[in-house]
């Protein structure tokens, strides 16, 4: 079993930075890919981005250059650092992890893009 709970939400100005933390229960290093997905009211979720253990990025179009993974397997923790923030990046923001097949997922933190 595998618990994940996001941190870091919240408003914050257009142009401006955020960090989300992602903290597991466990080693996180088995945990693979794991990945940070969106939702927006009205909108299906939608992958942020993703990091395998060995380290992999990938991210969606509309995030590259802004945002970027990463991930702490001795402290347990992914993380997303999102730069340059627009409206649009509203959403509730949810943390995935893989495990032996299964995916689990946090209960999601909103960040609210918003002058």
């Known amino acids: 079993q595998v618990q994940l709970v996001e941190s870091g939400g919240g408003l914050v100005q257009p142009g401006g930075p955020l960090r989300l933390s992602c903290a597991a229960s466990?080693?996180?290093?088995?945990?693979?890919?794991m990945g940070w997905y969106r939702q927006a009211p009205g909108k299906q979720r939608e992958l942020v981005a993703a990091i395998t253990n060995s380290g992999s990025t990938n991210y969606a179009d509309s995030v590259k250059g802004r945002f970027t993974i990463s991930r702490d397997n001795a402290k347990n923790l992914v993380y997303l650092q999102m730069n340059s923030l627009k409206s649009e990046d509203t959403a509730v923001y949810y943390c995935?992890?893989?495990?032996?097949?299964?995916?689990?997922w946090g209960q999601g933190t909103q960040v609210t893009v918003s002058s």
């Open positions: 995935k992890g893989r495990k032996l097949g299964r995916d689990y």
């Open positions: 466990g080693s996180i290093f088995s945990i693979t890919p």
